[in-house]
């Protein structure tokens, strides 16, 4: 059976890429102000920018957004 991943670095590449693409799926579709808090603390709750940002795209995709 041929191997899919042949090296150590295709294996980190496609890890990398998975992380990235959960990584922005979880800003797009699910983050409520805890990511932007970690650099501004508890203001970000309030501001919530990624919600405002993405919102019509969240309803759009069906994502329970509020
Ligand atoms: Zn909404």
Redesign the pocket.
Known sequence: MEKILRTPAEAWAVGGMILIAVLALYVLAFDQGFLPSLAQGAPAFDLNFF?EAF?DA??AAGFP??
């Open positions: 919600h919102h969240r309803h957004c509020h």
